[in-house]
């Protein structure tokens, strides 16, 4: 990524950061985000730590309510959708975006989330 942000001449205005789910302390050195990309990142795992560690950062790293969200999400199984449905998403107001497969044989459809952090008093526990 940051070889990318690099050739399209946008290292002044853009830049790229490996996380660590869950590591909130990490994040206190990034500073504030206008705009997050987020692309399969959700996904089917033995450890639901795991999704609940990008939960708490996802969530911190969007505590600025100018902060947006983009998130391109593909379902694979019903433990994955449940953690969507029911501990992440409903921490945003949100809008959303099914994007069919590049192709007839293609297995890359998957839904895209455009999400703002919703006020703590107006989230869903």
């Given at each position: 990524?940051?070889?990318?942000?690099e050739?399209?001449?946008?290292?002044?205005?853009?830049?790229?950061?490996?996380?660590?789910?869950?590591?909130?302390?990490?994040?206190?050195?990034?500073?504030?985000?206008?705009?997050?990309?987020a692309?399969d990142?959700?996904?089917?795992?033995?450890?639901?730590?795991?999704l609940?560690?990008?939960?708490d950062?996802?969530?911190?790293?969007c505590?600025?309510?100018?902060?947006?969200?983009?998130?391109a999400?593909?379902?694979?199984a019903k433990?994955?959708?449940?953690f969507?449905?029911?501990?992440?998403?409903?921490?945003?107001?949100?809008?959303?975006?099914?994007?069919p497969?590049?192709s007839?044989?293609?297995?890359?459809?998957c839904?895209?989330?455009?999400c703002?952090?919703?006020?703590q008093?107006?989230?869903?526990?």
């Amino acid at each position: 990524l940051k070889q990318n942000i690099e050739v399209n001449g946008l290292v002044d205005r853009c830049r790229s950061e490996e996380l660590f789910w869950g590591d909130i302390a990490q994040l206190e050195t990034l500073g504030k985000f206008d705009v997050i990309l987020a692309a399969d990142v959700v996904y089917p795992t033995k450890d639901p730590s795991i999704l609940f560690g990008l939960r708490d950062t996802l969530l911190e790293l969007c505590s600025n309510p100018s902060t947006c969200l983009v998130l391109a999400y593909k379902p694979r199984a019903k433990e994955d959708q449940e953690f969507m449905a029911e501990h992440l998403i409903p921490h945003f107001d949100h809008t959303s975006e099914d994007l069919p497969p590049s192709s007839p044989n293609a297995d890359d459809a998957c839904t895209v989330y455009v999400c703002c952090r919703r006020q703590q008093q107006q989230q869903l526990r």
